[in-house]
């Protein structure tokens, strides 16, 4: 926390206290503290040997869908087994300080809504819903333990499709509402503060550069520089869960 410069949080905690409409564009950083791994890193782990850009696809599903079926059950294990961190809490803490604040979150681990954000959109779905494959029928909150012993992955009762984890692969189309809603807020906000993203994946990346385009105060929090660095006003470097409640901090005393 050392290299955190004090005055950048006070003006951190300015701009919020300034501002009405916030958005909190989040990436797979801010989960980082909580154990589960970013997407790149997890690419280290016990998966390094299958690229998450093969697996999360259509065609890496079709080619393989037991292999990606048990990849997703594995991370639905880990999320389910983790907590928010103290950055997911101080963004809720934030709700406080602006009129309005919605996250926008790249994540599909759930952490931002079990930390009890009240207005949390999900721009690449959720790991712990899954769906048939084409799409017709849902199934909120999987229980992978229920269906320990068939065939992998399981069937919909509905329409015997194959089931496939309720999230967007690469290829496919973000949820329409969620990333035109997205846009809307990104150019229509006084603050964006951008946490814990490498800002490489399309088309979530260009929200901090429109928000930027159109006025907004853009801050970012993040470890080491990312693709968004440079739209940003300036930088909190550092771990989300150690910056965030410093500003929650400098907050509190101004108020
Ligand atoms: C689409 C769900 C079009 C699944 C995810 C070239 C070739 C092929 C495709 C493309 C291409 N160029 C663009 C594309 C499109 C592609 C894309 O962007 N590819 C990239 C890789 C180049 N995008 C798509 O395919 C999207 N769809 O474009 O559709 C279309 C149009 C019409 C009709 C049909 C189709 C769909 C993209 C969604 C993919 N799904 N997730 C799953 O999770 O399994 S993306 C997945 O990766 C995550 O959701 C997340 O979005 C992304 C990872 O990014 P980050 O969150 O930024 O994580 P990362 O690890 O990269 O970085 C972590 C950051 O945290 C780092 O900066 C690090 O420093 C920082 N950090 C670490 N610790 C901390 C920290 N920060 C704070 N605190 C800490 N403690």
């Not at 690229?51 to 999320?79: H, I, M, Q």
């Not at 690469?170 to 006084?190: H, I, K, M, N, V």
């Not at 990312?226 to 910056?243: C, D, K, N, P, Y």
Request: aromatic share 8%.
């Amino acid at each position: 926390m050392s290299e955190l410069n004090p005055e950048l949080v006070e003006r951190t905690a300015q701009w919020i206290a300034e501002a009405g409409v916030v958005v909190v564009f989040t990436g797979a950083g801010v989960s980082a503290e909580s154990g589960i791994p970013t997407f790149r890193e997890a690419r280290s782990g016990l998966w390094a040997k299958y690229d998450p850009l093969r697996l999360a696809t259509v065609d890496g599903f079709l080619n393989d869908p037991r292999l990606v079926w048990e990849w997703y059950a594995y991370r639905r294990k880990l999320v389910r087994e983790k907590e928010p961190n103290p950055g997911h809490v101080s963004i809720v803490e934030l709700e406080g300080w602006a009129d309005e604040l919605t996250v926008i979150t790249q994540n599909v681990d759930s952490l931002h809504k079990r930390a009890g954000s009240t207005n949390v959109i999900e721009l690449h779905g959720n790991i712990t819903r899954v769906k048939c494959f084409n799409g017709a029928h849902v199934y909120p909150d999987w229980n992978d333990e229920a269906g320990k012993d068939v065939e992998l992955p399981p069937l919909c009762e509905h329409c015997a499709q194959l089931l496939r984890p309720d999230v967007v692969w690469f290829g496919e189309q973000l949820p329409t509402g969620a990333l035109e809603e997205s846009f809307r807020l990104a150019e229509s906000c006084d603050l964006m503060l951008v946490i814990g993203t490498s800002g490489n994946v399309q088309p979530a990346a260009s929200l901090p550069a429109a928000a930027r385009e159109a006025g907004a105060r853009v801050i970012e929090v993040n470890p080491e520089a990312s693709e968004i660095t440079h739209t940003a006003h300036f930088m909190l470097r550092g771990a989300s869960g150690e910056v965030l409640p410093e500003v929650v901090r400098e907050l509190r005393k101004r108020t």
